[in-house]
C-alpha cells in the first residue's frame, strides 16, 4: 500500500490498485466521527459511442443510459438496497455527471457492514425487462420536471447553444424519446464494458483505519472473479471550435429575465498538470474579471444589471470545457454589452496585475483550505480530478506557482468572440 504525505496541507492519502484493477484510496480524518465512502466508474453521459468489451466495433447505445443505470442499480430482485442501507445506520445516494457514476454512503456506525453493500450491489448487476420498463416511467417524469425548471433550462440550453457535436451538449438524464428506446440488453452491455474494476475506484475518508479497511477491501475482491482488465475504447466526434449558436432565447414560466453568457475552451486536449494549470488559472481570472471585488461586479450591481442569482463558474473535464457568467437580469442586453466589454477588453489589452494574481490567488487558496473541512467536498472532487490524472492536493502548491503568463495564456483559450453564446429565459417572447 502506497503512503502520500501531503506535508503543506497535513494530509495522508492511502493508496493501492488491487490485482483486478480496482483503484483504492483512503485518507483517514482525525476529530471526525463520520465516515462517507463513495464507489466510482469512470462513465459519465458523454460516454455513448464505444466498443463493448468483448467485441470489435463501435456502438452507439440510447442517450441517457448512464443515469438510467445508475438508478436501476439500487434495484434488485430481493428489493431497494437503499433499505439495506437504512437498517445499517448509513445514508446513501448515487449521481451521475458527463463522465462519472457514483454510490455513496455515509454512517457513524456499521462500517464494514455497509462498505460490503455498497461494493456488493454495484458489482452485482440485475436488470429485467419489466423492471426497465417500469423505471422508463418514473425517469420519464423526471426529465419532464427539469424540462420545467427554467435555471436547469437555462444551464443545460448554454451548453446545447455552445456544441454542435460533443455530446456534453445531451441533457445527463436524455430525452423522454431516447430513454424509450433503452433495453436490459443495452444496460448489461454498458455495464459489462464500463463497471469492470479497472475503470472503478473506490474513495474512503472520514474515521477509518487505512490498514483495516484496505485489507476488507481487498479480501472481498479476491473472493470475486473479473475478466482481465480491458481499455475501454471511447469515440467522440470533432467538435468546431466557433459556437453552435450565437443567441437562444426561450420562452417560460419566469418572474424575470435569467441570462447566461457561455463561452467554450478551445483547449480541450490537456490532461495532467497541465490540465491543473489551465483549469485554475481560468478559475483565477474569472474572479478577477467577474469575482464580487471586480470593476465589472461593482458597476452591473450599481446599475441593476445583476442580482443575488449571479453567479460564474467554469467546468473542464477531458475533451470539453466551459465558462459562464449568469444573474438573472430586467436588462439582458445591457448585461450581454457589459460583459462582452469586459472580456474584449483584456482580449485586446491585457490590464491583470501581479497584484490582482496575488488576491485572486490568496482567496482561492482559502476557499479551497475551507472546502477540505468537508469530507464530501473532497472525496467528490479528488475521484474527478483523478479521472483527469489530476490530484486535488495539488491545487495548492500549483496555485502558489501561477503567473501572469499562465492566466493570460489560459484567458486566450476562452476568449474567442467566435466560441460565445447567449442564453436568454424570457416571460414573454418568441423561442429562438
Same mark, same amino acid.
Given at each position: 500500500m502506497e503512503k502520500i504525505v501531503f506535508d503543506t496541507l497535513q494530509e =495522508? +492519502?492511502?493508496? @493501492?490498485? +488491487? @490485482?483486478? !484493477?480496482l483503484n483504492v484510496f483512503i485518507l483517514p480524518k482525525r476529530g471526525f466521527s463520520k465516515t462517507y465512502v463513495t464507489f466510482t466508474t469512470k462513465y459519465g453521459s458523454i460516454d455513448r459511442t464505444f466498443i463493448p468489451r468483448g467485441k470489435n466495433d463501435f456502438v452507439t447505445v440510447p442517450d441517457g443510459i448512464a443515469h438510467f443505470l445508475e438508478h436501476k442499480m439500487f434495484d434488485k430482485k430481493e428489493g431497494d438496497v437503499f433499505q439495506k442501507f437504512g437498517m445499517l445506520g448509513a445514508s446513501a445516494n448515487a449521481f451521475t455527471s458527463f463522465t462519472r457514476t457514483s454510490y455513496l454512503f455515509s454512517t457513524t456506525e456499521n462500517l464494514y457492514e455497509n462498505t460490503k453493500v455498497l461494493l456488493d450491489f454495484v458489482q452485482e448487476p440485475y436488470f429485467t425487462k419489466e423492471?426497465? @420498463?417500469k423505471?422508463?416511467?418514473?425517469? *420519464?417524469?423526471e426529465i419532464t420536471m427539469y424540462d420545467d425548471n427554467p435555471d436547469w433550462r437555462n444551464y443545460f440550453g448554454t451548453i446545447e447553444s455552445l456544441y454542435k457535436e460533443h455530446p456534453v451538449r445531451i441533457d445527463i438524464a436524455g430525452t423522454v424519446e431516447t430513454i424509450e428506446e433503452i433495453t436490459a440488453e443495452h444496460l448489461y452491455e454498458c455495464y459489462e464494458t464500463f463497471y469492470h474494476p479497472s475503470n472503478m475506484a473506490v474513495f474512503v475518508i472520514g474515521a477509518v483505519d487505512p490498514d483495516e479497511m484496505m485489507t476488507f477491501i481487498k479480501k472481498d475482491q479476491d473472493g470475486k472473479e473479473f475478466s %482481465?482488465? %480491458?481499455e475501454v475504447s471511447r469515440d467522440f466526434p470533432e467538435?468546431? +471550435?466557433? *459556437?453552435f449558436k450565437?443567441? =437562444?432565447v426561450l420562452e417560460m414560466d419566469v418572474q424575470r429575465p435569467k441570462?447566461?453568457? !457561455?463561452m467554450k475552451c478551445n483547449r480541450t486536449n490537456l490532461t495532467g498538470d497541465e490540465m491543473l494549470v489551465q483549469d485554475l488559472s481560468i478559475h483565477l481570472v474569472l474572479d478577477i474579471l467577474f469575482g464580487r471585488t471586480s470593476e465589472f461586479y461593482t458597476q452591473a450591481y450599481k446599475d441593476h444589471l445583476i442580482d443575488e442569482t449571479y453567479n460564474y463558474d467554469f467546468t473542464q473535464e477531458k475533451g470539453f470545457g466551459f465558462a459562464m457568467v449568469e444573474s438573472d437580469t430586467e436588462n439582458p442586453s445591457a448585461l450581454e454589452a457589459a460583459i462582452r466589454k469586459t472580456i474584449q477588453s483584456q482580449a485586446g489589452n491585457w490590464t491583470v496585475t501581479e497584484a490582482d494574481l496575488n488576491r485572486a490567488r490568496k482567496r482561492r487558496i482559502g476557499q479551497f483550505m475551507r472546502s477540505l473541512n468537508s469530507i464530501e467536498f473532497i472525496s467528490n472532487q479528488f475521484m474527478q480530478y483523478n479521472f483527469n490524472d489530476m490530484n486535488l492536493f495539488d491545487v495548492v502548491p500549483t496555485l502558489e506557482k501561477l503567473t501572469i503568463d499562465d492566466l493570460k495564456d489560459a484567458f486566450t483559450t476562452i476568449? @474567442? %468572440? *467566435?466560441s460565445h453564446t447567449v442564453m436568454e429565459i424570457i416571460p414573454g417572447g418568441k423561442e429562438g
Amino acid at each position: 500500500m502506497e503512503k502520500i504525505v501531503f506535508d503543506t496541507l497535513q494530509e =495522508t +492519502l492511502f493508496h @493501492d490498485r +488491487l @490485482d483486478n !484493477g480496482l483503484n483504492v484510496f483512503i485518507l483517514p480524518k482525525r476529530g471526525f466521527s463520520k465516515t462517507y465512502v463513495t464507489f466510482t466508474t469512470k462513465y459519465g453521459s458523454i460516454d455513448r459511442t464505444f466498443i463493448p468489451r468483448g467485441k470489435n466495433d463501435f456502438v452507439t447505445v440510447p442517450d441517457g443510459i448512464a443515469h438510467f443505470l445508475e438508478h436501476k442499480m439500487f434495484d434488485k430482485k430481493e428489493g431497494d438496497v437503499f433499505q439495506k442501507f437504512g437498517m445499517l445506520g448509513a445514508s446513501a445516494n448515487a449521481f451521475t455527471s458527463f463522465t462519472r457514476t457514483s454510490y455513496l454512503f455515509s454512517t457513524t456506525e456499521n462500517l464494514y457492514e455497509n462498505t460490503k453493500v455498497l461494493l456488493d450491489f454495484v458489482q452485482e448487476p440485475y436488470f429485467t425487462k419489466e423492471k426497465v @420498463d417500469k423505471e422508463k416511467g418514473i425517469i *420519464a417524469q423526471e426529465i419532464t420536471m427539469y424540462d420545467d425548471n427554467p435555471d436547469w433550462r437555462n444551464y443545460f440550453g448554454t451548453i446545447e447553444s455552445l456544441y454542435k457535436e460533443h455530446p456534453v451538449r445531451i441533457d445527463i438524464a436524455g430525452t423522454v424519446e431516447t430513454i424509450e428506446e433503452i433495453t436490459a440488453e443495452h444496460l448489461y452491455e454498458c455495464y459489462e464494458t464500463f463497471y469492470h474494476p479497472s475503470n472503478m475506484a473506490v474513495f474512503v475518508i472520514g474515521a477509518v483505519d487505512p490498514d483495516e479497511m484496505m485489507t476488507f477491501i481487498k479480501k472481498d475482491q479476491d473472493g470475486k472473479e473479473f475478466s %482481465e482488465p %480491458e481499455e475501454v475504447s471511447r469515440d467522440f466526434p470533432e467538435e468546431p +471550435l466557433e *459556437a453552435f449558436k450565437k443567441k =437562444t432565447v426561450l420562452e417560460m414560466d419566469v418572474q424575470r429575465p435569467k441570462f447566461n453568457y !457561455g463561452m467554450k475552451c478551445n483547449r480541450t486536449n490537456l490532461t495532467g498538470d497541465e490540465m491543473l494549470v489551465q483549469d485554475l488559472s481560468i478559475h483565477l481570472v474569472l474572479d478577477i474579471l467577474f469575482g464580487r471585488t471586480s470593476e465589472f461586479y461593482t458597476q452591473a450591481y450599481k446599475d441593476h444589471l445583476i442580482d443575488e442569482t449571479y453567479n460564474y463558474d467554469f467546468t473542464q473535464e477531458k475533451g470539453f470545457g466551459f465558462a459562464m457568467v449568469e444573474s438573472d437580469t430586467e436588462n439582458p442586453s445591457a448585461l450581454e454589452a457589459a460583459i462582452r466589454k469586459t472580456i474584449q477588453s483584456q482580449a485586446g489589452n491585457w490590464t491583470v496585475t501581479e497584484a490582482d494574481l496575488n488576491r485572486a490567488r490568496k482567496r482561492r487558496i482559502g476557499q479551497f483550505m475551507r472546502s477540505l473541512n468537508s469530507i464530501e467536498f473532497i472525496s467528490n472532487q479528488f475521484m474527478q480530478y483523478n479521472f483527469n490524472d489530476m490530484n486535488l492536493f495539488d491545487v495548492v502548491p500549483t496555485l502558489e506557482k501561477l503567473t501572469i503568463d499562465d492566466l493570460k495564456d489560459a484567458f486566450t483559450t476562452i476568449s @474567442d %468572440e *467566435a466560441s460565445h453564446t447567449v442564453m436568454e429565459i424570457i416571460p414573454g417572447g418568441k423561442e429562438g
